[in-house]
């Protein structure tokens, strides 16, 4: 299963999104889970590799991946029908190179916030995923939402959303999604993100694997 990650917007969220997702799948559900860093920044990669230098042992691999080479490690990860395959999308969609990247996708998470050049970002980014892949399901994860604020647009902005996909049960802003790495989540998150990823995982990868 490919499981893309992404939004036009730099600074929606995307992988620590990534790194949550990887974490939860491996930890709680013991998926065999790799990663492709394909983000300009490679803020996965770079912590997957300071990890390594810790000796630690990864739960899972994180590689930089490069547009072009793409075609040649989706056919190589692909060959075992339970790998699932998490790609931190770059943050711009100007690029060809995208376009079988996005083919392959199972499933398309965006993470997004409620202000108008995130909403706008997000919006452009599913019309063009769209529009290049119209089979696989679109979630849009509200994301980085504080408690003590009203977003009085956050109704019209899901009814727009929700042409596209499902908008999903929100992230809330915590400083400890800065400690998030590529070896664990900390367990103080754990309330905030299972709801998510537990709704996530049995609506759409769990049957994804059944199918397999």
Known sequence: MVILIGNQKGGAGKSTVTLLLANYLSEIHQQKVTVLDMDYQQS??????KAKVLDNIAPYEVIPADLKHFPILLKVLTKNPKE???IDLPGKMDDDGLI???????????????????????LLFAM??????????????????KSN???TTRHDVDKVLTEFGEV????????DFQRVDTLHTPAILFPVILPLFDAIYE????RKELKC
């Open 44 to 49: 996965v990669a770079s912590k997957y590799e």
């Open 84 to 86: 699932i395959v998490l």
């Open 100 to 122: 079988p990247v996005i083919v392959s996708g199972d499933l398309i998470l965006s993470p997004f916030n409620y202000d108008e050049f995130s909403v706008d970002s997000t």
């Open 128 to 145: 063009v995923t769209r529009n290049i892949n119209s089979q696989a399901p679109i979630v849009f994860i509200p994301n980085r939402i």
């Open 149 to 151: 604020v009203r977003y």
């Open 168 to 175: 999903s049960l929100a992230l809330a802003d915590r400083i």
């Open 203 to 206: 609506k759409y990868i769990k």
